[in-house]
């Protein structure tokens, strides 16, 4: 799906000017400034179109996203992004600045096109028909709903990744080659539960396996790290598993089933190979 509106950037917003009446090219560089910002970031899409005009920082080589995580309620949240995301925001503060905007839009990094906007920025629900509009029929992301979270997470070995310099490559690019069991970037998926125990259980045979052929201790100290690892993000998913409600358990058991029959009839790989697979 990234890389289908990374095709089609171009077309962002181009369904119709901004509230008829920004100019096609200001409609497409705001929307594809805020769907970049989505990609690169991670953020939530309410967070994205609520950034203010001076949210990026820069100290030394390294920069900043200031956010409010409205959600729970934390303001001006400093966020790590790359020196790429940092310029692509800061051509779209040059170009915002030469445009004729409502006072309601005063300080806010995506304005809104008339007085009468309520929130005085780009709203969820507009962002997200551009989005859709520039997808061609590939299900984009809707306001806070699990696509969102697709959009905003790629498909590693037992889960999805975060981290958003992986997801802009579409997954091809983590920076620690794909140790998913020790990275804070990882979201393991609770229908991989069986898959993760099983995993653990090849890790340690291969680690029995690596004593027996005197390999180097850095091989056998790696593979029961990994198992140890593993072991560790199975016995946390079932610890909150159990912390649910029956219904919820049984609503994310249900899930779980219907996910791994899907993965079972696209004869979806289940076995760990090291490389974000699926
Ligand atoms: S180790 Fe896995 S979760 Fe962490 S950044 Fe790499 S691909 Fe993403």
């Not at 990374?6 to 769907?35: K, Q």
């Not at 969820?124 to 969102?148: E, F, K, M, W, Y």
Request: proline fraction near 5%.
């Amino acid at each position: 799906m990234i890389a289908q509106l990374d095709a089609h950037l171009d077309l962002l917003g181009v369904d119709g000017n901004y509230g008829r009446i920004w100019s096609p090219s200001d409609t497409n560089a705001l929307f594809a400034t805020a769907y970049q910002g989505l990609r690169d970031t991670g953020r939530r899409p309410g967070e994205v179109v609520s950034l203010r005009t001076q949210c990026v920082e820069r100290d030394g080589e390294d920069w900043a996203l200031v956010y409010d995580n409205h959600k729970k309620g934390r303001l001006r949240r400093r966020l790590p992004i790359t020196a790429a995301t940092a310029w692509i925001i800061q051509a779209w503060q040059v170009r915002r600045a030469g445009i004729d905007l409502p006072q309601c839009a005063e300080g806010w990094l995506f304005p809104a096109a008339r007085e009468s906007s309520g929130t005085g920025h780009l709203t969820t629900i507009r962002l997200s028909q551009a989005l859709r509009h520039a997808d061609a029929g590939v299900p984009a992301p809707a306001s806070g709903s699990a696509s969102t979270y697709q959009v905003r997470s790629v498909a590693v070995p037992f889960g999805n990744c975060i981290e958003p310099s992986n997801i802009k490559a579409g997954g091809k690019a983590c920076p620690i080659r794909f140790q998913c069991a020790g990275c804070g970037f990882c979201r393991p998926d609770p229908s991989y539960l069986r898959a993760i125990e099983d995993h653990v259980r090849t890790l340690k045979a291969d680690r029995e396996t690596a004593v027996a052929l005197g390999a180097d201790d850095f091989v056998v100290r790696n593979l029961s790290d990994q198992a140890d690892a593993y072991r560790q993000v199975a016995a946390t998913m079932c610890d909150k598993l159990a912390a649910l409600t029956d219904e919820e358990r049984s609503e994310v058991e249900e899930a779980s089933a219907t996910l791994r029959k899907l993965r079972a009839a696209a004869a979806v790989p289940v076995a760990f190979t090291g490389k974000a697979a699926w």
